[in-house]
T-cell receptor, first 111, second 117 residues
């Protein structure tokens, strides 16, 4: 079965610190992977996606993610957190079905 | 501007009542989806449609119904059979043609928050 696991339902970082949100997947087919961000009471916005090719993917707002097949991971990082990064983040997987989402990680940024 | 419009933003339902959530897109996308979001559970797929007049059940279709009479529209009806309908509902679309192309991201509407009163 295809699945996505996000480690940590809540992550808290200081402003200016590194952001690391973890995502692991399980799949029998080559994965296409996505990170979305959601602000309160809003829809989801695409941050970045991995399809094929370069394993380090750069997205909007300074975020990037690295696809590591050997670790079945697609962790999201940002070198320096900003207050505006506080939101919920979802990792998603596309196999041979519609997008499958992880349960989300809520990011808090402390001033 | 192209996008996905969900209405209403807030909806209140009485026990035993059916309600319909609207989703319209002007992105010319073939595929449309309905997800349900509950705190701590991520997004769960209710129904999806790849082409007009065709749709498939997702993981939690019980108590819901959909129609796809037009490419632009994919309304979701929450029936009285859905015992716990209070949730945030998200509609999405993607440009997938007649099959689900795996590298195509989904675009989301702003959601409808449904509350049972």
């Amino acid at each position: 079965a295809q699945s996505v696991t996000q480690l940590g339902s809540h992550v808290s970082v200081s402003e200016g610190a590194l952001v690391l949100l973890r995502c692991n997947y399980s799949s029998s087919v080559p994965p296409y992977l996505f990170w979305y961000v959601q602000y309160p009471n809003q829809g989801l916005q695409l941050l970045l996606k991995y399809t094929t090719g370069a394993t380090l993917v750069k997205g909007i707002n300074g975020f990037e993610a690295e696809f590591k097949k050997s670790e079945t991971s697609f962790h999201l990082t940002k070198p320096s957190a900003h207050m505006s990064d506080a939101a919920e983040y979802f990792c998603a997987f596309s196999g041979n079905t519609p997008l499958v989402f992880g349960k989300g990680t809520r990011l808090s940024v402390i001033a | 501007d192209g996008g996905i419009t969900q209405s209403p933003k807030y909806l209140f339902r009485k026990e035993g009542q059916n309600v319909t959530l609207s989703c319209e897109q002007n992105l010319n996308h073939d595929a449309m989806y309905w997800y349900r979001q509950d705190p701590g559970q991520g997004l769960r797929l209710i129904y999806y449609s790849q082409i007009v007049n065709d749709f498939q059940k997702g993981d939690i279709a019980e108590g819901y119904s959909v129609s796809r009479e037009k490419k632009e529209s994919f309304p979701l009806t929450v029936t009285s059979a859905q015992k716990n309908p209070t949730a945030f509902y998200l509609c999405a679309s993607s440009n997938t043609g007649n099959s689900i192309v795996r590298n195509t991201e989904a675009f989301f509407g702003q959601g409808t928050r449904l509350t049972v009163v």
